[in-house]
């Protein structure tokens, strides 16, 4: 089993930055070595959820092309941890952040977890 807790959601005006951490926690037979991809998606009103960015255990990325050049993803292998860094936000940016992971189980299964998401509201 695998809980991901987010933190860092809140409001902002447009232009402004903010940052969200999810640090992953583990129990049962669970270990930060089975875990995968971690990154950040989002979902606004009415819309279904979309990635934002995502870091391979390499440290490889990859963003939607709305955000690049505004916003950096990273990850701690050792601290199981993944931080989205978001500058210049904008309006169109605002929806439930939500922190998501792999965790790689044998025989090849690859299994999602999700935190339980973060409001980000970017409004003048």
């Known amino acids: 089993q695998i809980q991901l807790a987010e933190s860092g959601g809140g409001l902002v005006q447009p232009g402004e930055s903010l940052t969200l951490s999810c640090a992953a926690s583990?129990?049962?037979?669970?270990?930060?070595?089975?875990?995968?991809?971690m990154g950040w998606y989002r979902q606004g009103p009415g819309t279904q959820r979309e990635l934002v960015a995502v870091?391979?255990?390499?440290?490889?990325?990859t963003y939607a092309d709305s955000v690049k050049g505004r916003f950096t993803v990273s990850r701690d292998n050792a601290k199981s941890t993944v931080v989205l860094q978001m500058s210049g936000l904008k309006a169109e940016d605002t929806g439930v952040y939500f922190c998501?992971?792999?965790?790689?189980?044998?025989?090849?299964?690859?299994?999602?977890?999700w935190g339980q998401g973060t409001q980000v509201t970017v409004s003048s």
């Open positions: 998501g992971a792999e965790h790689r189980l044998p025989g090849g299964i690859i299994k999602p977890y």
């Open positions: 583990f129990s049962r037979s669970s270990s930060r070595f089975m875990v995968g991809n």
């Open positions: 870091v391979a255990k390499d440290g490889a990325t």
